[in-house]
């Protein structure tokens, strides 16, 4: 299925998950990547690719995940093989890259005032 942004995907959904529900394929030369987002994202994909390949992107869907604490907002991919990703802003905007290394997690803040596909907004 396609919705308009050039690649076909399923579509996600965004009820919350509950507590240790997330499970990771992360080992030898793949890893995974969590962005922490702000609840106002709650249902935007965010997209990453590798550094240097821009048209091999994911994505995943900012989903509310219960922990112990309370509740967070965050995109989880994981199954990335180990290198440097882009953090996709909008289609043709990077935020940040970061390092994803094979067994590990990689985690990323995403900005408070940015909402994917828009310019950041002042607060």
């Keep these: 299925m396609s919705h308009g942004h050039g690649h076909p995907h399923h579509h996600h959904t965004y009820a919350p998950s509950g507590q240790g529900t997330v499970m990771l394929n992360i080992g030898d030369g793949i890893g995974a990547l969590i962005i922490h987002t702000p609840a106002q994202l709650l249902g935007h994909e965010i997209e990453v690719s590798p550094v240097g390949d821009t048209g091999a992107r994911t994505h995943a869907a900012v989903r509310a995940r219960y922990v112990s604490s309370g509740v967070t907002f965050c995109v989880v991919i994981d199954s990335l093989p180990e290198g440097r ?7 043709d905007t990077p ?4 390092e994803v290394r094979g067994g590990a997690v990689a985690e990323v803040t995403w900005p408070a005032n940015l909402v994917p596909g828009r310019s950041p907004v002042a607060v």
Aim: proline share 0%; glycine share 0%; net charge negative.
């Design 85 to 91: 990703y882009a953090v996709w802003q909008d289609a």
């Design 95 to 98: 935020l940040t890259q970061v």
